[in-house]
């Protein structure tokens, strides 16, 4: 895959695994400073942490599809604006069938 990290697809990729710059450095085996420093564009990560990145980014992807059928339904579906099924309707319609 090898992608181009830049400091947003980092800062990204971590929001959307839901972890702190503490975790991404854990999961990535570097100090939580240098996760800063490639967040505020003052460092770019090495090629075997971009490697990992990827992989991470790979773990992502699955499991966005996985969950939720792709992110994009995550952003589309809001809640209040789903209708509501009135459930009294429904029963009453079988038991006027049987």
């Known amino acids: 895959m090898n992608m181009a990290w830049d400091a947003e697809k980092i800062r990204s990729l971590r929001l959307r695994m839901g972890w702190s710059q503490s975790d991404l450095a854990r999961h990535l085996h570097v100090q939580c400073q240098q996760v800063t420093d490639w967040e505020m564009e003052?460092?770019?990560?090495e090629t075997e942490t971009t490697q990992a990145l990827d992989m991470i980014f790979k773990e992502a992807e699955v499991t966005a599809d996985?969950?939720?059928c792709g992110s994009l339904a995550e952003i589309m579906f809001d809640e209040s604006e789903a209708p509501q099924?009135?459930?009294t309707s429904i029963r009453?319609?079988?038991s006027n069938n049987q």
């Open 66 to 68: 996985f969950v939720s």
């Open 42 to 45: 003052l460092a770019e990560p």
């Open 92 to 94: 009453s319609k079988f």
């Open 85 to 87: 099924i009135d459930a």
